[in-house]
């Protein structure tokens, strides 16, 4: 079982930046992968980057590749998100998810799944 709880979500001006963290419990973090993802009001939640389990590998949605950095610190058991040069259209609640298997898109792929945190970006 690994509970996941994310923080340092905000309002931030367009062109900001902010990093988001995602603290896990238990001592098997490192053996899974993590995944951040984003959902918006109306809208499904959506993949936005995840990271193997020794960092190894690398994965990000279309549209943050280049402003997003996904990383992961096993020895804190917290995975990060650095998100720069942010845009309106990045505004949603973000949620951090736990996968025992591979680096995978797939939202119902993930086995554990934290509450969210909420980046507002605006114009």
């Known amino acids: 079982q690994v509970q996941l709880v994310e923080s340092g979500g905000g309002l931030v001006q367009a062109g900001g930046s902010l990093r988001l963290s995602c603290a896990a419990s238990g001592r098997t973090f490192s053996r899974y992968v993590m995944g951040w993802f984003r959902q918006a009001p109306g809208e499904e939640r959506d993949f936005v980057a995840a990271?193997?389990?020794?960092?190894?590998?690398?994965d990000y949605a279309d549209s943050v590749k280049g402003r997003f950095t996904i990383s992961r610190d096993n020895a804190k058991n917290t995975v990060y998100l650095q998100m720069n040069s942010l845009k309106p259209e990045d505004t949603a609640v973000y949620y951090c998810?736990?996968?025992?298997?591979?680096?995978?898109?797939?939202?119902?792929?993930?086995?554990?799944w934290g509450q969210g945190t909420q980046v507002t970006v605006s114009s």
């Open positions: 990271i193997s389990w020794n960092s190894g590998r690398t």
């Open positions: 998810a736990a996968d025992r298997s591979r680096v995978t898109r797939v939202v119902a792929e993930y086995d554990y």
